[in-house]
């Protein structure tokens, strides 16, 4: 626990921190809330972000589920931080697991169904 809190603690709170703020500007991207510059007509970006695969039940942005995921990772490391907490430990390993199945399932997507790669969403 000491080299938690010391070393991979504070890296696991930076890493999703940024991606969930990825995955926020992505959800106001997918809401036209916000325009990305990679994201133009045309390009690679945007063939990802306006695939059938961004969004779940037509409407709600993968992203918006992303966010919920990093958020989670997020607290579990604060709290982890200053508690040590089984339930917390095995929560912040059920999360990351989503994260790595995830991750691999969109890049499987954007290889080989969509073939074309968002540099926003390779990020988050």
Known sequence: MKRFRRIYGPIMIVLASAAFILSLILTLHSFS????????????????????WSLILGFLPISALSMGLYLAVLLCCIYLMVYDDELAK???????????????????????KLGAFCPYCMSA
């Open 33 to 52: 809330l916000m325009g990305l510059s990679a994201c133009s007509t045309g390009t690679s970006c945007e063939v990802v972000t306006g695939s059938k």
């Open 90 to 112: 095995k929560l912040l390993l059920g999360a990351s697991v989503i994260c790595l199945l995830g991750s691999l399932w969109f890049i499987y997507l954007q290889k080989f």
